[in-house]
T-cell receptor, first 111, second 119 residues
């Protein structure tokens, strides 16, 4: 069964810290990897990564994909309390539109 | 632009009863998906509609679950009869049509979910 593994499961940092969230995947016929942020209800889309080595950035968040080593990282610099959320990683593979999710990383940013 | 909406936010029913969940996708999105998160587990795919047609229902757990999308707009997911293990959060998502582009640009936008509790 295809599997997406996120680490750590939980993380507590202070405001201003930089964090790196990890996502590894074992997906046959892999196409893309997506990152979502889930605060209270709906997971909100952050990034979609398809090509290896190309960094995507949005403000203090950035992400990169390594298709050789089958992992992606999500970086958040100068964290703020508003970054507290569960960050979800999901893989998309050829021939299907279904997302295969990891269990998520719960990030707590304390003042 | 309005996002994906789901109704109700939370439903509590007894084992053996029937529940119907509703999802309204983003206007113009042909693709509609249902996912479920059971406590302690990851979000799992249930099924995928393209307009009114079921494209992939490989994730549906059993025949107590029935999804419909008549007219290709909103969708309903009915659980009948509900069992204890059906408890969880049911998410709906939608995405643009990808004709000619394949799944490579399939950015799925999620609704807030319906929390189903079966007692």
């Amino acid at each position: 069964e295809d599997k997406v593994v996120q680490s750590p499961l939980s993380l507590v940092v202070h405001e201003g810290d930089t964090v790196t969230l990890n996502c590894s995947y074992e997906v046959t016929n892999f196409r893309s990897l997506l990152w979502y942020k889930q605060e209270k209800k709906a997971p909100t889309f952050l990034f979609m990564l398809t090509s290896s080595g190309i960094e995507k950035k949005s403000g203090r968040l950035s992400s990169i994909l390594d298709k050789k080593e089958l992992f992606s990282i999500l970086n958040i610099t100068a964290t703020q309390t508003g970054d507290s959320a569960v960050y979800l990683c999901a893989a998309l593979y050829s021939g299907s539109y279904q997302l295969t999710f990891g269990k998520g990383t719960k990030l707590s940013v304390i003042p | 632009e309005a996002g994906v909406t789901q109704f109700p936010s939370h439903s509590v029913i007894e084992k053996g009863q029937t529940v119907t969940l509703r999802c309204d996708p983003i206007s113009g999105h042909d693709n509609l998906y249902w996912y479920r998160r059971v406590m302690g587990k990851e979000i799992k795919f249930l099924l995928h509609f393209v307009k009114e047609s079921k494209q992939d229902e490989s994730g549906m757990p059993n025949n107590r679950f029935l999804a419909e999308r008549t007219g290709g707009t909103y969708s309903t997911l009915k659980v009948q009869p509900a069992e204890l293990e059906d408890s969880g959060v049911y998410f709906c998502a939608s995405s643009h049509s990808n004709v000619g582009q394949g799944a490579i640009r399939n950015e799925q936008f999620f609704g807030p979910g319906t929390r189903l509790t079966v007692l």
